[in-house]
């Protein structure tokens, strides 16, 4: 007690108790936290604590840690002996048995304030009792930039914090909910149809009409929200089928407008806006699907062909994402404040977009909590397969903003080969909680790993192999540091900080086919449970690196602080 080592931990993290009691710290422990909690005192009641979101959107809101006297709403009882913890296998090991020597010091300290609380989430906390030398494992209203309509939100403000463009890293984002936000969606929708357009009438060159890939009908209907696939559809395409000779001649006005704003462009203007009735846009979008996704033609003269390779010259000076977009239009539509990939949708047509958005009742993701994203289609894949990074960091203080990168991270794969014309969840997803629902498809590499994880380490080998060493040091790493920076300072004015405090991140990345890494979201509380043996040494890992850089170094600065890099104090 004199030393202020009394400790609170919530939810399933063995490693951080573990760590924290062969450092002499005594744990107070909490009343169970599983879905019901029962009191044994007098009638025998079961009670169940109050749910609500979390700062990184969904998952179920535990009992409130009071921090003076155990967790509401039973804030009267703070026997720990009669509220015992619901651990899991590996708690028990931790744990030992239930009358050790731990439950015997945490009653001796029931009644004490916990110096150091590591939990799931802040609302578990009330933050109201806490004192000035208490150690909390998160900050306040840092949904600024870990859900994904605040990260959409807080990068918009970006240009006007620093000299960045946030579409040199950030997939470009629109929030649905808001009616400016829409309509500069469907603009740019429009926009990159055209621009798609572009691209595929010059896959082939000279006067012959250009076909696209045609793609058998598997499924019928469209959208993830109905079969949980979405595919374009079938090609009824045969030579002597329509083609559309005055596409690319519309396609070549409308990017020539766009140029022309583009080069014009201020600050103070969002999405530019080309002349919005020089076509019929229902007509060329129609006309668009059925070349990019049903094998229709076009007919492209020299002429035209010399003018599509310049205009997209021009436009990709202006237009960061350009490469990266791809020439299918497909886009992502995502709830705001949902994690762990629930209620994604991915599609290719801007009427299932808008009608999704509409049509959803759930709570989290009614219209006003959607965003839609463009969908990185030029991407680098292993083995044919897509795969994502997940990145962890550490803020040990906002004012002045402290950020500490961690130098090892891993890889998620999907279960199935990449494919832009079969848009299911295990191709397109790679969360592990998505992911796990699949098996490995019969068409998948066998040199993908059968756990769908991979460390960096094995990344930077595969890279080698590839004769591209170097991108990891000079293009990747680099890359994450400067998008989680950028990300942290556009909502720097909105999280609400205390001193002592700190928070451990997940960032999520892809890689683009020049190996750009793209940010994808941050995660205030990233998954700690193995999935892997790499990810059950990394995860334990970090832990006790976060806590040798939150508590060791406060004693010792010259102490170790494990894979922990500091990359920007203020």
């Known amino acids: 007690v004199q030393e202020k080592k009394i400790f609170t931990v919530q939810g399933p993290y063995p490693i951080i108790r573990r760590e924290l009691r ?226 690319v001649e519309e396609a070549l006005e409308v990017c020539k407008q766009h140029l022309g704003i583009l080069r014009h462009q201020d600050i103070d203007r969002r999405t530019p806006s080309p002349c919005r009735t020089c076509i019929d ?61 629930r209620g994604i949708i991915c599609t290719t047509r801007l009427e299932e977009v808008l009608q999704l958005a509409w049509s959803c009742t759930a709570p989290s993701v009614q219209v006003g909590r959607w965003v839609v994203q463009k969908y990185v289609e030029r991407l680098l894949t292993i083995f044919g397969t897509k795969f994502d990074i997940r990145q962890w960091f550490v803020v040990t203080d906002w004012k002045p903003l402290t950020v500490w990168f961690y130098q090892d991270c891993y890889l998620r794969f999907c279960s199935r080969p990449f494919s832009l014309y079969h848009l299911e969840r295990a191709r397109h997803l790679c969360n592990v909680s998505v992911q796990k629902w699949y098996k490995t498809s019969a068409d998948q590499d066998p040199r993908v790993p059968h756990d769908k994880i991979w460390s960096n380490k094995q990344f930077q080998e595969y890279l080698a192999q590839l004769g591209q060493a170097d991108a990891w040091p000079q293009v990747l790493v680099p890359g994450m540091k400067a998008a989680i920076l950028s990300a942290l300072r556009s909502a720097q004015d909105q999280v609400r900080f205390r001193k002592g405090s700190f928070e451990l991140y997940g960032a999520d990345f892809l890689v683009g086919e020049d190996f750009q890494p793209w940010l994808l979201e941050i995660n205030s509380c990233p998954t700690m449970s193995p999935s892997s043996a790499v990810t059950r040494q990394l995860c334990a890992n970090v832990q006790r690196d976060t806590l040798c850089l939150v508590l060791d170094r406060k004693d010792n600065s010259t102490s170790s602080i494990g894979a922990f890099e500091l990359i920007y104090k203020e």
């Open 22 to 247: 062969a450092r002499g710290w005594v744990e107070r422990k909490l009343p169970s936290t599983g879905r019901q909690l029962v009191q044994h005192h007098g009638n025998q009641n079961k009670q169940r604590p109050e749910t609500g979101p979390s700062n990184s959107g969904g998952g179920q809101k535990e009992a409130l840690l009071n921090p003076y006297g155990g967790a509401q709403p039973f804030l009267g009882t703070t026997d720990p002996l009669h509220y015992s913890w619901l651990p899991t296998e590996e708690e028990e090991q931790c744990d030992e048995d239930a009358n050790s020597i731990h439950n015997l010091m945490s009653y001796l300290v029931r009644d004490r304030l916990p110096n150091f609380i590591w939990t799931n989430f802040l609302e578990a906390t009330d933050c109201e009792l806490l004192q000035q030398d208490n150690v909390v494992n998160h900050y306040a209203r840092v949904d600024a930039f870990t859900t994904k309509e605040g990260l959409c939100l807080s990068l918009q403000k970006l240009p006007w914090i620093e000299q960045a463009d946030p579409n040199t890293f950030f997939p470009r984002c629109y929030r649905l909910g808001i009616m400016d936000e829409r309509e500069a969606f469907i603009e740019d929708f429009r926009l990159t149809a055209a621009r798609s357009l572009l691209k595929l009438a010059l896959e082939e060159a000279g006067d012959r009409p250009v076909r696209t890939q045609q793609v058998p009908n598997l499924v019928k209907g469209a959208g993830w929200h109905k079969g949980h696939v979405s595919y374009p559809k079938c090609s009824t395409a045969r030579p002597g089928s329509p083609l559309y000779p005055e596409l």
């Open 281 to 341: 846009w229902d007509r060329f979008l129609q006309q668009y699907y059925r070349v990019a996704h049903e094998g229709a033609g076009l007919v492209l003269t020299k002429q035209q062909r010399k003018e599509c390779q310049n205009l997209l010259q021009h436009l990709a000076e202006q237009l960061p994402q350009l490469e990266m977009e791809g020439k299918l239009n497909v886009w992502i539509l995502k709830p705001g404040a949902e994690s762990q990939g």
